[in-house]
């Protein structure tokens, strides 16, 4: 029964958790989609940069709240829910009031540094969106400690649709789209997400009536780790736009940022993925230790690469064609970038699923310290090669800092879990191996047409 239970597990959370990443990927692809063709280029680079920005915030929120609330309530007595969940919210509500006066008083600098002063009112109106978003976010962890992803998918299905049905809506109609208005409708779509979300964990949300000051800074102590690092992750993977924009042009972001949208299709479903091996990891460590979680991150990471492997192979035969598609001729000069930053989704899963189980196994501190070194390494390659290459420089600093610290992490994963590298291309095998079997069933039932007359006994039907 164990075992059924299980696999039922991984298979409703991991389609859960595919389809919430792969709709919010949607309606952001289908959003920019519209963006390219209505917005000049420099403009497009002035919204990239805006969400750039934003998705900071959020990243910090999300490390120092999400995982350590995820960690506690999966690991903790239920008894001592309420505290954890108080002590929890109390840090959210500190953490957004002082995002929202840090975006006030980061505005016009961010306005003087890209020479564009319509970044400004973007970022006060975020303000207020990333204060009405606590609900939504403090729900989402609580359901995804207990396990329960419909209401996660369906709050960030609501947030992202009505704002690509909003911008559908703007461009068939031939109406002016200006970058205000769009900010001012996120807030509306974040009310939205975040009624859902609190509906959806109202059965879980259990509050102490006070904070205990001992939960707090046991939130703190973990998460602090996992706030740097994912400050350090973004960084890492932002820093080639931020400073495409400060030392080229904002136009230049744009014409990068289309590349790098496309690649993102890669941590569809890395990050599925992601969401569901964490809760589980920290069981199988408290179940069957190390060696339970080596297994998981082999497993983990040769299936996601299973899923890439293709896609990479695609993109890299017919890139003219998928710009073309996506954002015309215009940003045909994003050829060459595509072909280089599509190989960013090889080293992709394995930093990824580590941070997972470092997590998980309580040691977020290693992660934190590598991502770190990733993103130093990273500003370094890209100003000397953006400074020596221009905006292709940018994809050459990036894949060799994903290079070099892809082979600093397996080697410490080797020494802490015992992971062989290797062993995630025998999985690889294994995953299409299972998927042609089950392709084959597939095809047999639907067209392999059954000998009803051979399952007849010889005298029946006979009078």
Excluded at 215 to 220: A, G, M, N, R, Y
Excluded at 429 to 436: D, L, M, S, V
Aim: aromatic share 16%; charged share 10%.
């Amino acid at each position: 029964m164990q075992k059924d239970n299980t696999k039922s597990y991984w298979l409703i959370s991991g389609l859960y958790a595919f389809f919430e990443k792969g709709a919010n990927y949607l309606f952001g692809f289908g959003s920019v989609f519209i963006l390219y063709r209505v917005l000049e280029v420099s403009e497009m680079g002035i919204w990239v940069l805006f969400l750039t920005i934003c998705a900071f915030l959020e990243v910090t929120r999300m490390g120092l709240i999400q995982n350590a609330l995820v960690k506690f309530l999966s690991s903790e007595d239920k008894a001592l829910h309420g505290e954890i969940n108080t002590a929890s919210l109390f840090l959210n509500f500190v953490l957004t009031a002082l995002f929202a006066c840090f975006l006030y008083l980061l505005a016009p600098f961010c306005g003087y540094i890209f020479e564009s002063p319509s970044i400004i009112p973007l970022l006060h109106i975020y303000a207020l969106t990333t204060l009405v978003l606590t609900p939504m976010y403090q729900s989402n962890f609580i359901l995804q400690a207990n396990l329960s992803f419909k209401g996660i998918f369906l709050s960030n299905t609501i947030r992202q649709g009505p704002f690509f049905l909003f911008l559908l809506y703007l461009y068939l109609s031939d109406s002016p789209i200006a970058l205000l208005q769009l900010a001012q409708f996120q807030v509306f779509t974040a009310c939205l997400g975040s009624a859902v979300a609190v509906y959806h964990a109202w059965p879980y949300l259990n509050f102490a009536k006070k904070a205990k000051w001992d939960w707090v800074k046991k939130l703190v102590n973990f998460g602090k780790y996992a706030v740097s690092t994912n400050l350090s992750i973004m960084l890492y993977k932002s820093m080639d736009k931020m400073m495409l924009g400060g030392l080229i042009s904002t136009a230049s972001v744009g014409i990068y940022d289309l590349a790098i949208r496309i690649t993102n299709l890669m941590e569809v479903p890395t990050f599925s993925a992601a969401a569901v091996v964490f809760p589980q990891s920290a069981r199988e460590m408290v179940n069957n230790g190390k060696t339970g979680v080596k297994k998981m991150y082999e497993q983990s990471v040769g299936a996601i690469l299973g899923l890439l492997l293709p896609i990479i192979l695609f993109v890299e035969l017919f890139p003219e064609i998928i710009i073309l598609i996506i954002a015309g001729e215009e940003y045909l000069p994003a050829v060459p970038l595509l072909r280089l930053t599509i190989l960013f989704g090889l080293f992709l899963p394995f930093g990824s699923q580590m941070g997972t189980v470092l997590e998980s196994i309580g040691k977020p501190h290693i992660n934190f310290y590598c991502t770190v070194f990733g993103f130093i390494l990273n500003v370094i390659f890209n100003y000397l090669f953006i400074s020596w290459m221009g905006i292709m420089g940018a994809a050459y600093g990036t894949l060799l800092t994903y290079f070099i610290t892809f082979i600093i992490t397996q080697v410490i994963l080797y020494k802490i879990l015992n992971v062989r590298t290797l062993n995630v291309f025998k999985y690889i095998w294994e995953f299409y191996q299972k998927g042609f079997a089950l392709a084959k069933d597939k095809f047999n039932y639907f067209f392999q047409k059954p000998n009803i007359a051979a399952d007849i006994p010889p005298n029946q039907g006979k009078h």
